[in-house]
Nanobody, 123 residues
């Protein structure tokens, strides 16, 4: 059974940076595309970024493009999201998720989710 555990969330001032992580276990991490999603209070969950199984292809939502970087370490079964130039609109609970396939370019076909880590950006 796939398990995903996020960590690294916290409070940061606007303009600051934060890196969150997701430790994966219970499946062959390197075989599947992974993604980050977020959900702000009172809003629907939205896709943030995806990364192919090898790490060679990435995809970003327009709202974070140029500010966030998704990466992965297949030797360590860990997914990362580096967030720069944070603003109040980035305040949310961030979730990592496993895709059903090796490659993913949009935010569909995710079948396992972590419990989330909270990020709060203060101005």
């Amino acid at each position: 059974q796939a398990q995903l555990v996020e960590s690294g969330g916290g409070s940061v001032q606007a303009g600051g940076s934060l890196r969150i992580s997701c430790a994966a276990s219970g499946y062959s991490f390197s075989r599947y595309c992974m993604g980050w999603f977020r959900q702000a209070p009172g809003r629907e969950r939205e896709g943030v970024a995806t990364i192919s199984s090898s790490g060679s292809s990435t995809y970003y939502a327009d709202s974070v493009k140029g500010r966030f970087t998704i990466s992965r370490d297949n030797a360590d079964n860990t997914l990362y999201l580096l967030m720069n130039s944070l603003n109040s609109e980035d305040t949310a609970t961030y979730y990592c998720a496993k895709n059903r396939f090796q490659n993913c370019y949009i935010f569909t076909d995710f079948d396992h989710w972590g419990q989330g880590t909270q990020v709060a950006v203060s101005s």
